[in-house]
């Protein structure tokens, strides 16, 4: 459950990248978030993360109240959700199995749990052969879905996603969205910022268009 | 945390290190450096220390006194203080009749000299007791009246009762072969009843005098006396301790004026004869070799060893301690000591400055070091965040590669230093015939050690938790 109410964000050189934000998403829910360049959908997502932090207004996600959260609490909060950007951000000198591994190394997991979770995710994505391989042997949509197969690795309870198709060819980013919604069918909350028309159309999805800061449009089965 | 963060953590703070090649061979030579110039600070500092022990207490001045207890007429001399009796018999004070009832003079009281009780130049102070002591027979005593002879005096040491008959010691010989003896009197220089040596005296208990006769020699030329002596006497009594003289109840006197003076800690009377110890067991193994330097005689006077607090008011000091009667020569070593506490105080200043100095660098070149590792890493680390480690579990690796170039620079510095110090110890000690004496690195060398590995693990800590610490906010 994700409840936005009344938010407000203004960035520190005094940009207001959002206002007025009322958002409720339940668990289990998929939604696009849509919009122009430079609307805000990436502070949004920023929000979420608790990368930066709300002006003014309420931002709870389940049982965490992501205004009066203290910082050492941050770390626990960000073990609920899964990341995935439009750049991958993979460690380019770790194999696709370190890679998804390192996830749950940072959180404590044992070896042995570790040495059994991974293959069952990278198969998840479609990748359990590849899983040897350093990210620069690997297409930008298997890169992709190593990010996702890393977001899922410690059983988030929410998917963030922003652009992730957005540095992918059509045809793998058909792949990546078939997966985030294979995702999204395994109980999950799935949120995807993305500019792809043609896919928001075809999965007919809740769409929420953000335009100057402001959610103009919200609707089941929304197109752009 | 579980087995595999550790190794994680120690691999990634080493790989980290490897990374920075250069930065981190800097900053282990800086803080190296810092650390051999404190580790030297502190040796020539504890050095000396050391040296300044060797050298005795400086804060200590030699006072020598001239014991001259010989009195003229009418002159006023101290008397000794109390005696304590073996019998646990009370001392009263002093008298010049040996039978008297109470005391002529209290102890510590001045008596002012006079020639009429005098009796060859000694004028004798009976101990005075609340118990008067049990007259035993009676022994004899030769007094040469002040002549200087060939050999010793003649001894008799049997012991005679009222009537015994006793046979006079020969005749003595004097020094000079102009003056002759003429006999032994029971009275000093009275010729009228001269006895011939060898003869017959019969012991009369009136001419005793605390149970002894005293035959006093007479000659052609008796000397003439000017000067006054005065001897203790228990009184037929045992004392503890030894019987007082007065060149040390003049000491004493002295040595308490000088204990009443400002700015006194301590006053050491050391007497000749303590002097004379000194030296011959400095001599030990060489009894002739002392025995040729002092001729039988001891050339060292009585003297005062006294300490005092503060170094600023020693001239004052000096000052008054001349004022003193009896003291005739000064010894300081304020010189020394305030040479030896300058030398310190600079060394100390100019070692704390550069210290500091490459205290701070070393903690800045660290931080740098730290801050390419940390920014060469950046985008890990927001992985890391995304993915929800801790602050802790960001930070290790980094306050580790601190940590590890604070340690192998304290290692390297420690391993150096020892060899400067070891080296420098063999050229000191060949050169200066062991003059000067170096404490051995081995009697603090776990100290240093630990005190290098202490401050290297703070400074890596230090610097790598300033580098770090904006990167600790989400
Ligand atoms: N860190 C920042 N400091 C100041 N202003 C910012 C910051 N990040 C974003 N902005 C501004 O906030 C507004 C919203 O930006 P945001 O990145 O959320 O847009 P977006 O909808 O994600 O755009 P895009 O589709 O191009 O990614 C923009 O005007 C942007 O310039
Ligand atoms: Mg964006």
Same mark, same amino acid.
């Given at each position: 459950m994700?409840?936005?109410r009344n938010v407000k964000?203004v960035? +520190? #050189?005094? %940009?207001?990248a959002?206002d007025?934000?009322?958002?409720?998403i339940d668990? /289990? =829910?998929f939604?696009f978030?849509?919009?122009?360049?430079?609307?805000?959908?990436t502070?949004?997502m920023?929000?979420?993360?608790?990368?930066e932090?709300?002006t003014s207004?309420?931002?709870?996600v389940?049982?965490f109240?992501?205004?009066k959260m203290?910082?050492?609490k941050?770390?626990?909060?960000r073990r609920q959700?899964?990341?995935v950007?439009?750049?991958?951000?993979l460690? +380019? #000198?770790? %194999?696709?199995?370190?890679?998804?591994?390192?996830?749950?190394?940072?959180? /404590? =997991?044992p070896?042995?749990v570790?040495?059994?979770r991974?293959?069952?995710?990278?198969?998840?994505?479609?990748l359990?052969d590849?899983y040897n391989?350093?990210?620069?042997?690997?297409?930008?949509?298997?890169q992709?879905?190593v990010?996702?197969?890393?977001a899922?690795?410690?059983?988030?309870?929410?998917?963030?996603?922003d652009e992730?198709?957005?540095n992918?060819d059509p045809?793998m980013?058909?792949?990546i969205?078939?997966l985030l919604i294979k995702?999204h069918k395994?109980?999950?909350t799935?949120?995807v910022?993305t500019h792809?028309?043609?896919?928001?159309?075809?999965f007919?999805q809740?769409?929420?268009?953000?335009?100057?800061g402001?959610?103009v449009?919200?609707r089941?089965?929304?197109?752009f | 945390m579980?087995r595999?963060?550790i190794?994680?953590?120690?691999?990634?703070?080493?790989?980290?290190?490897?990374?920075?090649?250069v930065?981190s061979?800097?900053?282990?030579?800086?803080?190296m450096?810092?650390?051999?110039?404190m580790?030297?600070?502190?040796?020539?500092?504890?050095?000396?220390d050391y040296n300044m022990e060797?050298l005795?207490d400086?804060?200590?001045?030699?006072?020598?006194?001239q014991t001259?207890?010989?009195?003229a007429?009418?002159e006023?001399a101290l008397?000794a203080?109390a005696?304590?009796a073996k019998?646990?018999?009370?001392?009263?004070g002093?008298?010049l009749?040996?039978?008297a009832d109470?005391?002529?003079?209290?102890?510590?009281?001045?008596?002012?000299?006079n020639?009429a009780d005098?009796k060859?130049?000694?004028i004798t102070m009976?101990?005075?007791?609340?118990?008067?002591?049990?007259?035993?027979?009676?022994g004899i005593?030769?007094?040469?009246s002040?002549v200087?002879?060939?050999g010793?005096?003649?001894?008799d040491?049997?012991?005679?009762?009222?009537?015994?008959?006793v046979?006079?010691?020969?005749?003595?010989i004097?020094?000079?072969a102009s003056?002759?003896?003429?006999g032994?009197s029971v009275v000093?220089?009275?010729?009228?009843?001269?006895?011939k040596?060898?003869s017959i005296y019969?012991?009369?208990a009136g001419?005793a005098?605390?149970?002894t006769?005293?035959?006093y020699?007479?000659?052609?030329?008796m000397?003439?006396?000017?000067?006054?002596e005065?001897?203790?006497?228990p009184?037929?009594t045992?004392?503890?301790?030894?019987?007082?003289?007065q060149?040390?109840?003049?000491?004493?006197n002295?040595a308490?004026?000088?204990s009443?003076?400002?700015?006194?800690?301590?006053?050491d009377?050391i007497?000749?004869?303590m002097a004379?110890?000194?030296?011959?067991?400095?001599?030990?193994?060489?009894?002739?070799?002392?025995?040729i330097?002092?001729?039988?005689?001891?050339?060292?006077?009585d003297?005062?060893?006294?300490s005092y607090?503060?170094?600023?008011?020693?001239?004052?000091?000096i000052?008054?301690l001349?004022?003193?009667?009896?003291?005739?020569k000064?010894?300081d070593?304020?010189?020394?000591a305030?040479?030896?506490?300058?030398?310190k105080?600079?060394?100390i200043?100019?070692?704390?400055?550069?210290m500091i100095?490459l205290?701070?660098?070393?903690?800045?070149i660290?931080?740098?070091?730290v801050k390419?590792a940390v920014?060469t890493r950046k985008?890990?680390?927001?992985?890391m965040?995304?993915v929800g480690a801790?602050n802790w579990?960001?930070t290790l690796?980094?306050m580790l590669e601190g940590v590890?170039?604070?340690l192998?620079?304290?290692?390297?510095?420690y391993?150096?230093?020892?060899?400067?110090?070891?080296?420098?110890q063999r050229?000191v000690i060949s050169?200066?015939l062991?003059m000067i004496?170096?404490i051995s690195?081995?009697?603090?060398?776990?100290w240093?050690?630990v005190?290098?590995l202490a401050?290297?693990?703070?400074?890596?800590?230090v610097?790598?938790?300033i580098?770090?610490?904006k990167?600790?906010k989400?």
């Open positions: 994700i409840d936005f964000k960035y +520190p #050189n005094g %940009t207001t959002l007025g934000i009322n958002l409720h668990d /289990g =829910e939604v978030i849509v919009g122009p360049s430079g609307a805000g959908k502070t949004l920023k929000l979420l993360l608790r990368e932090r709300v207004g309420r931002l709870i389940d049982e109240d992501l205004v203290p910082e050492r941050v770390p626990y909060y959700l899964g990341v950007f439009q750049d991958f951000r460690f +380019p #000198n770790k %194999t696709v199995f370190e890679n998804v591994a390192f996830a749950m190394r940072v959180v /404590g =997991e070896a042995s570790i040495k059994k991974v293959p069952t995710i990278l198969s998840i994505v479609n359990a590849k391989c350093y990210p620069t042997e690997l297409s930008g949509g298997e992709q879905r990010a996702l197969a890393r899922l690795a410690n059983n988030p309870r929410m998917i963030i996603a992730p198709t957005g992918i045809k980013s058909l792949e969205m078939n995702i395994r109980n999950k799935v949120i910022v792809e028309k043609t896919l928001v159309d075809y007919q809740r769409v929420v268009t953000i335009r100057d402001r959610i449009d919200d089941m089965g929304g197109m | 579980r595999y963060s190794t994680y953590f120690i691999g990634q703070s080493i790989s980290g290190l490897l990374r920075n090649g930065m061979i800097a900053s282990i030579t800086v803080l450096s810092c650390l051999i110039v580790g030297s600070f502190a040796l020539l500092v504890l050095n000396i060797n005795g400086l804060n200590t001045i030699s006072a020598f006194v001259d207890t010989e009195y007429e009418g006023e008397l203080g005696l304590k019998n646990g018999a009370e001392f009263l002093w008298s009749d040996p039978n109470a005391p002529t003079y209290a102890p510590g009281q001045k008596y002012t000299v020639p005098a060859n130049g000694k009976y101990a005075i007791w609340s118990i008067k002591p049990q007259t035993a027979n009676y005593v030769y007094d040469m002040g200087s002879i060939e010793n005096p003649p001894v040491n049997n012991r005679y009762n009222h009537g015994d008959e046979v006079l010691a020969d005749a003595p004097p020094k000079l003056n002759n003896f003429l032994w000093p220089g009275d010729a009228s009843q001269l006895m040596p060898g019969k012991l009369n001419n005098v605390c149970a006769v005293t035959l020699a007479i000659w052609s030329n000397p003439v006396i000017s000067k006054y005065i001897v203790y006497n009184n037929r045992e004392i503890e301790g030894s019987v007082p003289t060149d040390r109840v003049l000491l004493m002295i308490e004026q000088v009443k003076l400002d700015n006194i800690k301590r006053v009377i007497t000749k004869e004379l110890q000194q030296e011959k067991k400095r001599y030990e193994d060489y009894p002739e070799v002392i025995e330097l002092l001729s039988g005689k001891n050339p060292y006077p003297n005062f060893l006294i607090y503060d170094n600023d008011k020693v001239a004052t000091l000052y008054q001349n004022q003193i009667d009896g003291i005739y000064i010894r070593r304020s010189d020394v305030e040479r030896i506490d300058s030398l105080s600079g060394i200043v100019v070692f704390s400055w550069f100095l205290f701070v660098v070393s903690i800045f660290i931080m740098n070091t390419l920014f985008q890990e680390i927001s992985i965040r995304y801790t579990f960001i690796p980094f590890f170039i604070g192998i620079s304290a290692g390297l510095a391993l150096i230093e020892w060899y400067i110090y070891i080296y420098l050229m050169d200066t062991q004496h170096i690195f081995n009697s603090i060398s776990k240093l050690l005190a290098f401050i290297g693990m703070l400074t890596g800590v610097g790598s938790y580098s770090m610490r990167y600790l989400a």
